[in-house]
């Protein structure tokens, strides 16, 4: 089973500046997690998707941060514009299902803002 | 609020020694608590789950940890450590709200193992 594909792996950017993450989950998973990692720290849940809608998002700072889960598949987290404290691992994990099922987390990308 | 916290942000063991890794828990009611692992440059991966069955619950690659709810801990441990169990570990919570579960994450301990 191919599991959590995220990309890219690595970005740099300078600050003010636009990225995008992209998240395919594990086939079938209905439920799509994004995280931002902050080195030293563990992963906090930015927004939580239940096919193509937005369950939680209280963590999501939406002056700059968005994602979008089309046809309740494929993910996009977008950064608009960066700010130095951006800088992390971003995670996407999906579940079969919302409530205890386990997640799969992908790779991660590593964003730097210079 | 739920949450956890991982006493020690670094530990060093020998090949073949035991693993503790400690977890305290704060919750208003029974807990669902986890256990995760990320190698480098890896996906976080499930090592065990505890949901209010067993109290001692065993998980993948020899590693079990047992929920203790007078001490409000749950802390991971195993037998004898293997040079490719050094990576980051994560304990978690689950906090149910609003219909949905979320995971809430602890700072993490890096474990290092030496020859």
């Known amino acids: 089973e191919a599991g959590v594909a995220q990309s890219p792996r690595y970005k740099i950017i300078e600050k003010r500046q636009s990225v995008a993450f992209w998240c395919n989950p594990i086939s079938g998973h209905a439920t799509l997690y994004w995280y931002q990692q902050i080195l030293g720290q563990g992963p906090k849940l930015l927004i939580q998707?239940?096919?193509?809608?937005?369950?939680?998002d209280s963590q999501l700072p939406k002056d700059r941060f968005s994602a979008e889960r089309l046809k309740g598949v494929d993910s996009t987290l977008k950064i608009q514009p960066a700010k130095l404290e951006d800088s992390a691992v971003y995670l996407c994990?999906?579940?079969?299902?919302?409530?205890?099922?386990?997640?799969?987390f992908g790779p991660g990308t590593r964003l730097t803002v210079t | 609020a739920q949450s956890v916290t991982q006493l020690d942000s670094h530990v060093s063991v020998s090949e073949g020694t035991p693993v503790l890794l400690r977890c305290n828990y704060s919750?208003?009611?029974?807990?669902?608590l986890f256990w995760y692992v990320q190698h480098p440059n890896k996906g976080l991966q499930l090592l065990l789950k505890y949901t209010s069955a067993a109290t001692l619950v065993k998980g993948i690659n020899g590693f079990e940890a047992e929920f203790k709810k007078s001490e409000t801990s749950f802390h991971l441990t195993k037998p004898s450590a293997h040079m490719s169990d050094a990576a980051e570990y994560f304990c978690v919570v689950s906090v149910y709200s609003g219909g949905y579960n979320k995971l809430i994450f602890g700072a993490g301990t890096r474990l290092a193992v030496h020859p």
């Open positions: 998707f239940q096919n193509n809608g937005v369950v939680d």
């Open positions: 994990a999906s579940s079969l299902q919302r409530g205890l099922h386990e997640q799969y």
């Open positions: 919750s208003s009611y029974s807990p669902s």
